[in-house]
């Protein structure tokens, strides 16, 4: 079943779109999990979007337009994504979608989307499939879980480690981290000492424990979301006291894991595609404060608030730069031809037709009883 959340996505902007016109507005389009094991992925993205996109609104949108963001739940279901995305682009009529979530549920709309033509902007998700080939209207802004695995493995080699394990979510997300960990570890002439797959959404961790502990790594690289890690640390606990060092890729969300280890004596590292969201030493990370403290009083920062929040921050300054009708082709078209464009988190974005990859740095963050420490790999 699909939830339209037509109290987020169309009364959340209100304020003079009632009596509008239809070509008054301009409507985006998002499918993310908002319901079941990973609903704090989109819940997170989701709110993030809406703080920025609730500022624009009230200073009276893009060029005169105010922008709608239709919003439904897929649960991190592939056949709903599915679903959801055919209904944003035949019945909503959106211009763009916008943050979809997930390895496994993107990558069942590519095909759609690309025939359809309509642009997929900045999925949250790092899958190198979105990336290699280019294709014409699908744009990322984080970098891949590649370049993710490439700085761990890189960093944890320099560390001392040598025997690395690799639990992974059996879709094509974990593959991703499967893969790129596996070739990178491969630069090093090394191979993981073993690779552990699980079913999305459920795991036997009693099984994955025991073949963990007999093959005896020093590190864990676990690609999956935040509750299957949880309980996977958890019980590794209970069994031993000889716990490895755990690592994991942005996409199992640093304030979700830190929150599940608080009370866990774990060394837990874990990547993020953005400048840490605590800092206030760039004006996005200060905007994006400001906006949440008066949206969102009550919601703690996230890595993933912040992501929705730049995603929609993109999104509006490239449709500001759009001469005359605002279209789909147009706004492929002026992505294209985005120069060395700052938007507020130092490292500068260039895209052109050869390439749609907006950023390209990635930042290593330590979880230690709850807090998390930003980590310095370039020593």
Request: hydrophobic share 40%.
């Amino acid at each position: 079943m699909r939830f339209l959340l037509t109290l987020i996505s169309v009364i959340f902007f209100y304020s003079g779109l009632a009596s509008g016109k239809e070509d008054s507005f301009i409507k985006i389009g998002t499918s993310l999990p908002l319901s079941g094991h990973a609903s704090y992925l989109g819940e997170e993205v989701l709110s993030g979007m809406k703080a920025y996109l609730k500022a624009i609104n009230e200073k009276g949108g893009v060029c005169g337009h105010k922008i709608i963001l239709k919003a439904y739940d897929d649960k991190y279901s592939p056949p709903l994504m599915i679903g959801n995305v055919k209904t944003l682009v035949e019945k909503d009529k959106v211009l763009a979608l916008i943050s979809l979530v997930g390895t496994p549920t993107t990558l069942t709309v590519v095909k759609y989307c690309e025939n359809k033509g309509i642009p997929l902007l900045f999925p949250i998700t790092g899958a190198i499939e979105l990336r290699k080939p280019v294709r014409k209207n699908i744009f990322n802004l984080r970098p891949s879980y590649w370049d993710e695995c490439k700085l761990a493995v890189d960093f944890f080699i320099k560390k001392g480690f040598r025997r690395f394990a690799i639990v992974y979510q059996n879709d094509a997300y974990g593959l991703n981290g499967l893969e790129a960990t596996r070739r990178r570890l491969f630069c090093y002439d090394m191979e993981p000492v073993i690779s552990i797959s699980y079913l999305r959404g459920q795991a036997n961790i009693n099984q994955i424990v025991t073949r963990l502990i007999e093959a005896k790594p020093d590190i864990v690289f676990f690609i999956g979301t935040a509750n299957i890690g949880e309980l996977l640390i958890k019980e590794y606990r209970k069994r031993t006291s000889s716990i490895p060092t755990f690592y994991a890729v942005s996409f199992a969300g640093v304030k979700d894991m830190a929150e599940r280890l608080e009370n866990l004596p774990v060394k837990m590292y874990i990547t993020t595609v953005l400048p840490y969201y605590v800092h206030k030493n760039t004006p996005a990370i200060k905007e994006y404060r400001k906006l949440m403290q008066h949206y969102f009083p009550k919601k703690e920062l996230s890595a993933l608030s912040f992501e929705g929040f730049l995603n929609a921050k993109l999104l509006v300054k490239v449709l500001e730069k759009i001469e005359g009708e605002i279209s789909s082709k147009k706004l492929i078209e002026t992505l294209e031809n985005l120069q060395n464009f700052d938007l507020g988190i130092k490292e500068k974005i260039n895209l052109s037709p050869e390439s749609h990859q907006g950023l390209n740095k990635v930042f290593l963050l330590k979880i230690e009883h709850g807090k998390i420490f930003q980590v310095n790999t370039t020593n």
